[in-house]
């Protein structure tokens, strides 16, 4: 089995140790920037050499793995590729969704071969991290040598691989941004408009998760356009303005972000089938008409 190290030992690269070594390899080199993070990492793992020394935990590995943040994985490869750490025929790993293997160029430049694993996830803490890491979809895309053992370890983690092109990966990781972050973000939105109704923050969350959690559960069963419901899935014109009236009044702020979640909104319902051409274009108006200031000509748009 390939003997592992890993270079930032925080919440993914402790997981993915601790990971890998229950799937039978040998985790030899744990480096951090700080070494009592090291020192955490290794106690989680079970095993391997704690250090700040990048270049001597690389050194004694076949696989290396960056898993610092996305704005040091360049600098930690070039400076062990610069002091010859990367063994010959090693393969060197980085986690990042955003960043593609081009990043690792430097070990490439050293004949190393080099691939982006990336785990479609969101780790907060280690623990929760190793639970949900089997099982997740990677996106993979690198040099071919690197790509063949990035499969072995999907395939070791229980995982499901998505292959894509190096220069893809900015728009993957916005996709995977979008329908995360903006998630929270979005659910955030409702919350401010319970709060401008007059429902505290905590009963709001509460009193929303049911409903989030079934929309989520209707996503996973009927996927999209079908689990989309509500005023713009059904037509209904007087209840959106009612909406939108409402938010004029009391968050007027908001009304531009309402509306072009709406805007996206009504394309999903298109592609559902459940509002017609004529009828998207009546909602789309109403948009129109609060956005750009609504019955009384007021300036909304900001
Ligand atoms: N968390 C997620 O949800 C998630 C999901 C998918 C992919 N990823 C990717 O996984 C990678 C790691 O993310 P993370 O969430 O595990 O970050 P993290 O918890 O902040 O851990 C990064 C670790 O890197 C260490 N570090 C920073 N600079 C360093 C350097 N110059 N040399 C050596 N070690 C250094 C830090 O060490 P010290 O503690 O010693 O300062 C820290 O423990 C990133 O590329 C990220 O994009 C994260």
Redesign the pocket.
Known sequence: MHKVSI?????????MGYLLKERGYPIVGI????????KK?REFIGEGEAS?D?RATAKKADIVF????????E??CIKVASEGGFNPGAIVF??????SSEILGSARNVGVNVASI???????DVRE?VKNLSGSYFCIEGDEVALSVAREIVAALRGKEITLEADKKPLYHAGASVASNFLVATVGFGLELFEAAGIGKEDSLNALMPLIKGTVKNIEILGIPSALTGPISRGDTGVIEGHLKAISDEKPEMLRLYSELGRYTVKVAIEKGTIEKDEAKRIISLFDKYQSGGDDGQDNNQ
């Open positions: 270079i930032g030992a925080g919440v993914v690269g402790t997981a480096a951090s920037r700080t070494i009592e993070s090291a990492a700040t990048i960056i898993t610092t943040p996305d704005s040091a994985i600098k930690v980085h986690m990042s969704g955003a960043l990336h785990p479609l996830q969101s780790l907060a991290a």
